[in-house]
């Protein structure tokens, strides 16, 4: 009887240890399945912008201008009158004129509509900056463009607004330079096509000076199309500039014209910069350790030889490496790591997490006309806070090819709106291995589901007591809606928007504000104090996408405006 006994808790004990075993498995299986979904999703939101949005911007009205170039013919949307005023009818002659099309749209996220733009001339392969008062300076271009500097704004609001040509001019030639907003509110304008040089924006005079920049000069191959061109321009917070250019970067001291220092050449064989094209961001800035470090990571490009191969119909295979390096302090050294794949020609984007989005692109050869092969259809999603050998995440693929001329910018949702590619010289729909695309998507991050809606901030508003904007420095407080408490890891992010083409984000910026004080008042709506940056060396003066980030998961971003203290 005894022994029957035992044997039956045995049993018991067996099947309880089976079923324990079921349990912990079937979860894992649903958080590893769970986990293996999270990969973001696609939305197509046009068939058709008329252009190819081979450079985008993000204004403050929450809008997206898209420019393209009018040398591939005719657009989607004909003009009533060229530039100057004589009427396009139509004729055979009127369909080989650029100017009786339209080459500039501006999209409305709201309402997911298009709204014709008036361009003066050929901005292809030109740069661009935003301003503190929001207007956007486009500066350069192909041919009669080259010297030419294109305002968008100021005005009232989006609707009103339209591009006009400044009169006065750049004074050297800039087609594929490159653009940054200074602390001092003007825009510098480094290198370009033949142009060892720099210069800044407002112009004084169209003869305003031009400095010499030998690094542009040491950097470039003839044989191999520059492989300078379109360098690498980011603001250190001390106000000096990183200047990154084939495989070699400096920190230039722009007021001095000096190289300060000279770092280590990015390990490996072939090159960054266009037509090679990889892409670079500064990873966030953070006031925990009051913005002193700068990291810059740098990711993809062609390998060596690449153009020259394209050019007889071999596309190499390129490079797969990213590298991380610090550029404040005295300790140099590029950290090198993986991607999941080959990329050249991909866009970066800095998401409301802290995250690197890598997306758009090709696995083979390099950028130029047709030079190109293997789309990369999956975006990759990479956290600078993890361990090495975990940051990658695959993302889900699209199934549109964004090559040669394709762009990618964050919008205050939280989604990346990507748009481009023509590997074509013309507009080009049949026969070609990658067509001219016209269709505008959205990538939807995974934090934009529905399953995180506990923990999202909602209904975010920003007060400053009736100011223009809030001095650096300063304080300001931040109102939002939350189901439960928030939790230890309750962030907020301040981003500057850029001007992208090219795999370039011109002036992108991300800064993690501190938070001195977080109150609740009501029923799930609390109060933070949030401190802004301390100076415009660390956050150039402008409007900022404001986020507020609970356990990892974004609001949606309101408008802020960093400024200089009014003078005493």
């Known amino acids: 009887m005894e022994k029957l006994w035992q044997t039956r808790i045995n049993c018991i004990i067996i099947s309880a240890a089976l079923l324990l075993h079921c349990l912990i498995s079937c979860r894992a299986k649903a958080v590893l399945h769970h986990s293996a979904e999270r990969k973001g999703a ?43 005023g004589t009427r396009c009818k139509g004729t055979r002659d009127d369909l080989s004129d650029p100017t009786c099309y339209v080459h500039s749209v501006e999209y409305s996220i709201s309402n997911n509509t298009i709204r014709r733009l008036n361009l003066m001339s050929d901005t292809f392969s030109s740069s661009g900056s935003i301003l503190s008062d929001g207007r956007i300076i486009e500066a350069g271009g192909f041919g009669d463009a080259s010297t030419r500097i294109h305002y968008f704004g100021p005005c009232k609001s989006g609707d009103s607004c339209d591009w006009t040509l400044g009169k006065k001019h750049l004074s050297a030639k800039r087609w594929y330079a490159s653009s940054q907003i200074l602390p001092d509110d003007r825009i510098i304008v480094v290198g370009g096509r033949g142009s060892f040089t720099y210069e800044f924006i407002p112009k004084l005079s169209t003869n305003g000076n031009v400095f010499h920049l030998s690094f542009l000069q040491q950097t470039n191959y003839g044989n191999e199309d520059g492989k300078n061109l379109y360098p690498i321009v980011h603001l250190s917070v001390d106000g000096k500039l990183f200047l990154f250019a084939n495989r070699d970067s400096i920190l230039f001291n722009y007021k001095q014209n000096r190289v300060v220092k000279k770092f280590p050449r990015i390990p490996g064989i072939g090159s960054r910069s266009y037509p090679s094209t990889g892409s670079s961001v500064i990873l966030p800035l953070d006031q925990k350790d009051g913005f002193r470090k700068v990291e810059v990571m740098i990711c993809g490009g062609a390998a060596s030889g690449a153009n020259a191969a394209a050019r007889q119909g071999t596309f190499l295979t390129g490079l797969n490496s990213c590298g991380r390096m610090v550029i404040t302090g005295n300790n140099h050294k590029w950290k090198m790591e993986n991607m999941p794949g080959p990329r050249l020609m991909n866009d970066m984007v800095l998401l409301p997490t802290g995250h690197v989005l890598i997306i758009n692109g090709a696995k083979r050869g390099c950028a130029g006309w047709r030079n190109a092969a293997g789309p990369a259809f999956e975006p990759y999603l990479y956290n600078p806070k993890k361990t090495l050998g975990r940051r990658f995440t695959v993302l889900k693929s699209t199934k549109i090819a964004r090559m040669f001329h394709s762009s990618a910018i964050l919008v205050p949702d939280g989604s990346v709106l990507v748009a481009g590619s023509n590997p074509n010289n013309q507009y080009t729909f049949r026969n070609a291995s990658h067509p001219t695309e016209l269709r505008l998507q959205a990538f939807i991050p995974d934090y ?90 660390v956050a150039p003066s402008g409007f900022y996408l404001l986020s507020v980030v609970n356990e990892g998961i974004p609001s949606i971003s309101e408008w802020i405006k960093f400024i200089q203290p009014a003078s005493t």
Not at 49 to 55: E, H, S
Not at 480 to 487: G, H, M, N, V
């Open 42 to 84: 696609w939305k197509l939101l046009l068939n058709n912008t008329g252009v190819v949005g081979v450079q985008m911007v993000l204004t403050h009205w929450n809008t997206v201008i898209l420019l393209d170039r009018s040398g591939s013919g005719r657009s989607g949307y004909q003009l009533r009158h060229r530039l100057n």
């Open 448 to 537: 934009m589901g529905k399953e995180y809606n506990h923990q999202r901030p909602y209904n975010v508003s920003i007060d400053i007591n009736g100011k223009e904007g809030v001095a650096y420095g300063n304080k300001f407080l931040v109102r939002f809606l939350l189901e439960s408490k928030p939790s230890k890891y309750l962030a907020f992010s301040a981003y500057a928007p850029p001007f992208t083409t090219h795999s370039l984000s011109m002036n992108q910026r991300m800064l993690k504000l501190r938070s001195t004080r977080i109150i609740s008042d009501a029923k799930g709506w609390w109060n933070a104090t949030v401190e802004a940056p301390p100076s415009a060396n």
